[in-house]
Nanobody
Framework: QVQLVESGGGLVQAGGSLSLSCAAS????????MGWFRQAPGKERESVAA????????YYSDSVKGRFTISRDNAKNTVYLRMNSLKPEDTAVYYC????????????????WGQGTQVTVSS
């Protein structure tokens, strides 16, 4: 079992950039697929990006493709989300999550979640 802690959220103007980090503690981080998800007020949690345990398989939602980049450093037990060209509609609480097995874009497939970090994009 891993424990996850997100960091890097904040307030940014539209068009700006932010980098989120998700630090994992516990055993066997490198064996987990990791995902980033977000939830805006009054909306369901939605997928943002996912990465396989070795980083060879990566998925993005259509809404962030070309603007966001997910990566991981298994030596540092950390997964990252680089967000460029941010838009007001990217405003949400961003969560990282871990699962054993293959990477997927379905929140219900993930059993371990961080506490979330707020990202606010002003227009």
């Amino acid at each position: 079992q891993v424990q996850l802690v997100e960091s890097g959220g904040g307030l940014v103007q539209a068009g700006g950039s932010l980098s989120l980090s998700c630090a994992a503690s516990g055993r066997a981080f490198s064996s987990y697929a990791m995902g980033w998800f977000r939830q805006a007020p009054g909306k369901e949690r939605e997928s943002v990006a996912a990465i396989s345990w070795r980083g060879g398989t990566i998925y993005y939602s259509d809404s962030v493709k070309g603007r966001f980049t997910i990566s991981r450093d298994n030596a540092k037990n950390t997964v990252y989300l680089r967000m460029n060209s941010l838009k007001p509609e990217d405003t949400a609480v961003y969560y990282c999550a871990a699962r054993g097995g293959i990477a997927t874009m379905s929140p219900s497939d993930y059993g371990t979640w961080g506490q979330g970090t707020q990202v606010t994009v002003s227009s």
